[in-house]
């Protein structure tokens, strides 16, 4: 299977910012969706945000609306999470993972990264 590889993350101050890189190995990158999804210590693993497969479209969670921008540069099969005025709650491995389809909707991605952890400090 193909395994997404993050980096990026880090210790930040309230207020600070982010980029968090994926690169995805494979020809085909640029034919699917690719999103970002983040867990914290006792929740459930949610979505962050994700981009369609030619990078026109995004999607982001509520919570990170207005903060975190989601962009891919297909040249280099990468994906990228940029993060700003981060917030304590932001804390939490974040994960990269590739759809299934061009289009994939927030539960349809597979290939998951092994995280990179992002803490913010207050």
């Known amino acids: 299977q193909v395994q997404p590889v993050e980096s990026g993350g880090g210790l930040v101050q309230a207020g600070g910012s982010l980029r968090l890189s994926c690169v995805v190995p494979g020809r085909y990158f640029s034919e699917k969706a690719m999103g970002w999804f983040r867990q914290a210590p006792g929740h459930e693993r949610e979505f962050v945000a994700s981009?369609?497969?030619?990078?026109?479209?995004?999607d982001l969670a509520d919570s990170v609306t207005g903060r975190f921008t989601i962009s891919r540069d297909d040249a280099r099969n990468m994906v990228y999470l940029q993060m700003n005025s981060l917030k304590p709650e932001d804390t939490a491995v974040y994960y990269c993972?590739?759809?299934?389809?061009?289009?994939?909707?927030?539960?349809?991605?597979?290939?998951w990264g092994q995280g990179t952890q992002v803490t913010v400090s207050s």
């Open positions: 993972a590739r759809g299934i389809r061009p289009y994939s909707a927030r539960g349809e991605f597979e290939n």
């Open positions: 981009i369609t497969w030619n990078g026109v479209g995004t």
